[in-house]
């Protein structure tokens, strides 16, 4: 830590408290949309340390205010969801919930914010006010409709966000301007052929076969007719179709994610699908139908925000822990909704300890607590700077 505050001695007295919230949180996960037990514990903690706390906001989520009143307005995002998968650890704070698991991380950034808030009570006087939203049905991306939806941003004039990255080292973040994450979209495809007896497929329509040229063929088109520069990803992860071992398949369900970074691919993409789909399957006798919905736009970093993020970063990690990402990712983030009504940004939380750290989604994923430490560092640091800047001559108003 290279520039120590009051608030920074705080947090070392409060450590323990935030992690061992963070481990029951992470002993009962609750999947999206159901963060009832969460969401409680929550609005208990906040109400403690004086936070006006409303509940129920955008079905179960939390939004908790402090300062002065009629000031402008700086916010903290986290979810709180988890993931239906089976953990694997064997930690001694496991999931007591078989087949639900915080593998995403979203169980740290829960207790991160709760850390931000306890350190924001301490203050004697916040120049502006402070809005944390704890939101539900990350995973879903759908949380953050709902939460707008409900007035969770309402007044809000800049919005931070975090997520863990086991690909950096715990006590690191990474930081990007600009273009950060992806767009995501949801595919279904579904192929439509005629059956009969496996001896005599030549009597048929097969829809598994057909099924099969779809997806080979959709990789294939786009190397060959979509921009390479703007790059696209499809992947499917269901196929679903036939009764028994030895009758041709009438009918064959795809379902899959889209994935891309231009957000002017929008109207155009979906539409290059369904005509790529109807050739393919035109051409070989069977029927198609093709449904695509938008998940969650790109992030696209504000950079006068991710400016103030680093500069605060590296007066509290050093610069050689400030790392600035080349690349985007193609994952995706309900955060981007928000941004499409307000400015702001994101950052990577390293989480890898000496033994690395399984990746997201995975049953072994097993982050490091001390980036707790790092992650509330960063953000306390941050939100009190915009304060300061907000309200002085030489910051540029929203």
């Not at 996960?29 to 403690?48: D, F, M, V, W, Y």
């Not at 007896?197 to 030549?202: F, V």
Request: charged share 25%; hydrophobic share 40%; net charge negative.
């Amino acid at each position: 830590m290279n520039n120590p505050t009051p608030w920074n001695e705080r947090l070392k007295i409060l450590l323990p408290e935030i992690i061992k919230i963070r481990r029951h949180l992470h002993a009962h996960p609750e999947l999206s949309g159901q963060e009832h037990q969460t969401a409680l514990l929550i609005a208990g903690e906040l109400r403690k340390d004086g936070w006006k706390v409303r509940e129920n906001v955008g079905f179960t989520g939390i939004v908790a205010e402090l300062g002065p009143e009629d000031s402008p307005i700086v916010c903290l995002r986290v979810d709180m969801d988890a993931l239906p998968v089976e953990e694997l650890t064997g930690l001694s704070f496991s999931s007591n919930n078989q087949g639900v698991m915080h593998a995403c991380g979203h169980d740290l950034h829960t207790a991160i914010g709760i850390g931000v808030a306890k350190l924001l009570a301490y203050e004697e006087k916040l120049l502006t006010r402070v809005r944390i939203i704890f939101q539900p049905a990350e995973e879903l991306a759908k949380g953050a409709s709902w939460m707008k939806r409900d007035g969770a941003i309402e007044e809000v004039e800049a919005i931070f966000g975090v997520h863990v990255f086991p690909s950096l080292p715990v006590g690191s973040i990474g930081i990007k301007s600009g273009s950060f994450t992806a767009a995501a979209g949801e595919l279904k495809i579904e192929i439509c052929g005629e059956g009969g007896h496996g001896a005599r497929p030549h009597q048929t329509v097969d829809s598994i076969w057909i099924a099969s040229k779809v997806i080979t063929g959709l990789q294939e088109a786009i190397t060959r007719q979509l921009d390479a520069l703007k790059p696209v990803v499809i992947s499917f992860g269901k196929i679903q179709g036939g009764k028994a071992f030895n009758i041709i398949a009438e009918k064959v369900t795809l379902l899959g994610t889209v994935r891309y970074l231009d957000e002017t691919l929008n109207e155009e993409l979906p539409t290059w699908i369904k005509q790529k789909v109807k050739s393919i399957t035109e051409s070989l006798g069977a029927k198609s139908t093709v449904s695509y919905r938008c998940i969650a736009p790109p992030i696209n970093n504000d950079p006068e925000l991710t400016n103030l993020l680093e500069y605060c970063a590296i007066e509290q990690l050093g610069q050689e822990n400030v790392i600035r990402l080349e690349k985007p990712s193609l994952g995706a983030e309900d955060f981007a909704d928000f941004l499409r009504d307000i400015k702001g940004t994101m950052f990577r939380l390293g989480v890898a300890g000496n033994d690395g750290c399984a990746p997201l989604h995975n049953g072994n994923f097993d982050p490091d607590e001390n980036c707790l430490e790092t992650g509330i560092q960063v953000l306390t640091s941050t939100i009190l700077s915009w304060m300061n800047k907000k309200t002085s001559s030489n910051f540029k108003r929203s």
